[in-house]
């Protein structure tokens, strides 16, 4: 079974400049000289951490880590403004051309993965392949899963705690809910949207190894940040239209692309990488019977890094 590479240091960062109060972080580890691929992270809005570097073998990968707009270590953190899923689309484009890649590897997990299928949808010419894990299509039905009808049959204390933090009764309504009181300026109010929204997010995501946060204990400006970004892009439903991802599919048939889900995903249930894997039958799809949304786990670890290194043989 294979395991994460060993950790890395990047032999460069810089801040991407996009033309508007942005600057977003990126950086790049293992080969210069080697196969280019990108790391799209979840969210939105969570930002990279170290051990991503880890996927990629070192000495076959030029290994490219972004902090998309306004998180991780983009300046300015938490900034609403010329945030939407095109900007972050088109900084992918920019960092290609900084860097003078012709073509390369999209990594992306959850919202990552959205990302990169729009990403080569818009600049397929540029891909040379793509790997997504716990797809995420973005449709209203997926948001209607994890805020509606859905994930709180599986979860309903949990989600009865989310209904407290705004003072809501049901589904209805609910987003919007959360969108008022986070951006409003009673200090509890958004303190209590907060919690909701981040322990509701963390329980679904993580499952039975979800263990609470201490509900005395002040929430980071950085948190709160972080949440009215998340919840800006719900309300706005990405930025995308109604199932704008498959409705474009035929233009990355060509495309060499690999779908892993974990099959206990419950934050982006598996029926969303299974439609895009109906939707590309070309496509390797693999769906992992223990695992579930995050990239965690000897059996997730396994199916990533084999990925990587597969996808290092046929692109080399």
């Known amino acids: 079974m294979k395991q994460l590479y060993p950790d890395i240091t990047p032999f460069n960062t810089f801040f991407l400049e996009t033309g508007s109060v942005h600057r977003v972080y990126v950086e790049q580890s293992g080969n210069p000289a080697g196969i280019p691929v990108i790391f799209l992270h979840g969210g939105p809005c969570s930002g990279t951490k170290p051990h991503h570097r880890c996927f990629f073998d070192p000495e076959r990968y030029h290994i490219v880590l972004m902090d998309q707009r306004a998180c991780g270590l ?35 997990g959850s919202w ?27 449709r209203a ?52 949207a907060t919690r ?8 679904v995501a993580l499952g039975t190894d979800y263990r609470g946060s201490d509900i005395n204990e002040p929430l980071s400006v950085p948190l709160i940040q972080q ?39 419950l934050t982006c249930p598996l ?8 939707a590309m039958p070309q496509s390797y799809y693999r769906v992992l019977p223990r695992s579930g949304h995050v990239a965690h786990g000897d059996e997730m670890v396994d199916a990533l ?10 692109l080399a």
């Open 74 to 108: 983009s300046q300015p953190f938490g900034e609403t403004l010329s945030n939407t899923t095109q900007d972050l689309i088109e900084d992918i484009e920019r960092i290609r051309l900084a860097l003078r890649v012709e073509q390369w590897l999209l990594f992306g």
């Open 112 to 138: 990552g993965a959205t990302l990169a299928l729009l990403y080569a949808q818009r600049y397929p010419k540029h891909v040379g392949a793509m790997i997504l894990r716990g797809v995420f299509l973005a």
């Open 141 to 192: 039905s997926d948001m209607d899963w994890f805020l509606g009808h859905g994930a709180h049959k599986i979860y309903p204390q949990a989600w009865s705690d989310l209904l407290d933090s705004v003072g809501a009764n049901s589904a209805d309504g609910l987003l919007a809910r959360l969108c008022e009181a986070i951006f409003s300026a009673d200090d509890t109010a958004v303190q209590n």
């Open 196 to 203: 909701g929204w981040q322990a509701w997010g963390a329980q």
């Open 227 to 265: 949440t009215r970004m998340e919840l800006n892009f719900a309300r706005h439903s990405y930025f995308l239209a109604e199932n704008q991802i498959l409705a474009a599919i035929d233009s990355i048939q060509h495309i060499p692309t690999r779908i892993i889900h974990g099959q206990n995903d």
């Open 271 to 278: 029926e969303a990488a299974w439609r895009l894997h109906k």
């Open 305 to 314: 890094v084999s990925a990587t290194d597969e996808m290092a043989q046929r």
